[in-house]
């Protein structure tokens, strides 16, 4: 038996939605884990990225944690992809670039409606947001990517399998959307 490809995934500034696009191949997810084994992914307990085949990427990056984990899968698998619009050119989370991040900041947390207890959080714990949303190839090299919001579980599966078995990526027009 050959050896499994070794996949890591993981969420940035997504919402799961590409992820449960992934789980959309339904039954067909017992074909793929005799072909890949899962290593550090939001479907295990793994806790860091070890050396992967393939790292698959949902979410831009907005913050700094976002930046480190996209880092580590960049060293760490040899094809990484960017999975989704929010990876592409940063999604509806991008929307954001059009304010200042301080005027977000104040909406969310100071001066919008609701709020209770006004103040920015400044726990050293939490990570700091980028002043921009980014797609994932302004801050590290991408080999592949599958646009949607979210891809479709078959363009998703047709994938796998394609570079599963070594063969040129070819997917086709009708699969391709960018909603
Ligand atoms: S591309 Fe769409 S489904 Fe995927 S993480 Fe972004 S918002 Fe969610």
Do not use: W
């Not at 191949?25 to 992914?41: A, K, N, P």
């Not at 590290?140 to 078995?165: H, M, N, Q, W």
Request: charged share 20%; with cysteine; hydrophobic share 40%.
């Amino acid at each position: 038996m050959t050896e499994k490809l070794k996949v890591a995934t993981t969420s940035l500034a997504g919402c799961f939605g590409c992820h449960m696009s992934l789980l959309d191949i339904d039954t067909r997810i017992m074909d793929l884990v005799q072909l890949v084994e899962f290593d550090r992914s939001p479907l295990t307990d793994i806790k860091t990225v070890g050396k992967c085949d393939i790292g698959i990427i949902e979410g831009g990056a907005a913050n700094t944690e976002n930046i480190e984990v996209l880092q580590m899968f960049r060293d760490n698998c040899k094809i990484l992809v960017s999975l989704g619009a929010c990876a592409l050119n940063g999604g509806v989370p991008a929307m954001r670039n059009q304010f200042d991040l301080n005027a977000c900041l104040d909406e969310s947390f100071v001066n919008g409606a609701g709020v209770v207890n006004p103040g920015v959080p400044d726990d050293p714990e939490l990570p700091s947001l980028l002043d921009k949303v980014q797609p994932l190839h302004e801050v590290v090299k991408i080999d592949y990517y599958i646009p949607g919001c979210p891809p479709s579980a078959e363009v998703i599966y047709d994938f796998l399998t394609r570079i599963l078995e070594g063969k040129p990526v070819d997917i086709p027009y009708a699969q391709i959307r960018y909603d």
